[in-house]
């Protein structure tokens, strides 16, 4: 819920720096996982699971704020930074399930909705740069040259943003659910 920040630094700045924030998200969200093991895990005597009873219900609601963000998203870049908070939701939400399979499962899911998402905020600049003065805000505009190019390529990687067979992220959030 500590999210209010991310979609507007994300979605205001370059397609490339975006990108590079969304990896350094999930270097963020690992960070966690290491210092969470490390300070809170069953040897850390009487800080042991301290965090536990607050780090899956805090990871839920991230996920249902950052949904709600992308519905309400009114440009591709925008909607590209909520994605990455609703994927920082799930990663959490690996680690707080706890265990050796969801921790492996959330690095399993971890490399594949680094790569997701930075592809989408490349593909939001590049309709964004097509598009002109209507950059990429979520409103009808005239036909793009290669627009079904852009158009198929914002959708494939929108599917696997989001964990939709037959791509890896859908292998990542089952296994998380199966842990």
Do not use: C
Not at 108 to 116: K, M, N, Q, R, V
């Amino acid at each position: 819920p500590l999210h209010l920040w991310l979609p507007g630094a994300y979605g205001h700045t370059s397609a490339p720096v975006a990108a590079m924030f969304a990896i350094m998200t999930k270097v963020g969200a690992y960070a966690i996982l290491r210092v969470h093991s490390l300070m809170f895990g069953p040897e850390a005597g009487p800080l042991a699971g301290l965090l536990d009873p607050w780090l899956l219900p805090l990871a839920l609601l991230t996920v249902v704020i950052g949904t709600v963000g992308v519905l309400a998203s009114r440009g591709l870049a925008q909607q590209a930074a909520y994605l990455v908070v609703v994927s920082a939701g799930t990663l959490l939400t690996a680690f707080g399930v706890g265990g050796a399979a969801a921790f492996a499962a959330g690095l399993y899911y971890l490399a594949h909705t680094t790569f997701a998402a930075a592809a989408l905020f490349l593909l939001a600049d590049i309709v964004g740069k097509a598009r002109g003065s209507l950059h990429d805000r979520l409103v009808t505009g005239p036909g793009l040259q290669n627009g079904q190019l852009l158009a198929g390529l914002f959708l494939l990687a929108a599917v696997a943003v989001s964990g939709l067979p037959p791509l890896s992220g859908f292998l990542g959030k089952w296994l998380i659910l199966k842990s």
